[in-house]
């Protein structure tokens, strides 16, 4: 099933299987035998390779979130791959939506060329990664980009307090999900953000509008990658 999703994804001209495997899985290809026909996939969604983060880090042999939120989502959606590279020829261009993953370091073209693309129109997909910087250490883009500011701060909500999180209509999935975490709530957003879901201290997924596009920030970390995948659903 994983060799006929990656051949329908990628609208092969070609697919070679062994007879005895046609055989053995005979079911499998009755079910899918509908989808092999040649058309271009219509993708607008692109997933951030985060190769300066990667190649700063020689000990470790892939990005495990970049892999782990990748390999998840292709349920929900389907995506290409863009590495630096690919973004700073300008491959941004054939794409509605961008998911950052993993990645807390990037070339400052990069960052220049993302924040072009979402003032054309385009919507980048974060969540709460820490500080992220330029090689040179300049955070300023990615500041902007989702709306933080020298003065906004991060605070978890009280203990015990009765509120939780209020969403907006838009968020019709992650409205829905059940899985519990750490919620951070930020205050002191710049003025261009949208609140999507916030509680008693702030906001905790928003929307910070940029030219004609958006970034779109989970107030949550890693441990809640479900939650951020609802989010990435609506």
């Known amino acids: 099933v994983a060799r006929l999703f990656e051949v329908i994804c990628c609208a092969a001209e ?4 062994w007879a ?39 000990e470790s042999s892939y990005p495990e979130r970049f892999w782990v939120g990748a390999s998840d ?15 700073g020829d300008g491959a941004l261009r054939g794409y509605r939506f961008l998911i950052i993953f993993e990645g807390d370091i990037m070339e400052a073209r990069t960052l220049a060329a993302i924040t072009r693309w979402v003032r054309g129109g385009g919507v980048v997909v974060s969540h709460d990664m820490g500080k992220v910087l330029s090689v040179e250490g300049d955070d300023a883009a990615y500041m902007k980009l989702f709306g933080f500011t020298q003065t906004t701060r991060r605070s978890r909500p009280d203990k015990g307090s009765a509120r939780g999180v209020v969403s907006t209509g838009f968020l019709r999935h992650f409205k829905s999900c059940k899985r519990r975490y750490d919620r951070y709530f930020y205050s002191d957003l710049s003025s261009n953000v949208t609140s999507l879901a916030r509680g008693e201290k702030g906001a ?16 949550g970390g890693w441990e809640a990658k479900e939650a951020l995948y609802e989010v990435i659903r609506d």
């Open 73 to 87: 989502i292709r349920r929900i959606i389907d995506y290409d791959v863009l590495d630096e590279r690919l973004i």
């Open 20 to 58: 005895l495997s046609v055989v053995h899985n005979r079911k499998a290809f009755e079910k899918y035998k509908g989808l092999l026909v040649q058309d271009k996939p219509k993708v607008d969604v692109a997933v951030f390779y985060p190769t300066t983060y990667q190649r700063l880090r020689p």
């Open 14 to 17: 070609g697919y070679y299987e």
């Open 204 to 219: 905790h997924v928003w929307a910070c509008k940029t030219g004609r596009g958006y970034g779109i920030f989970f107030g």
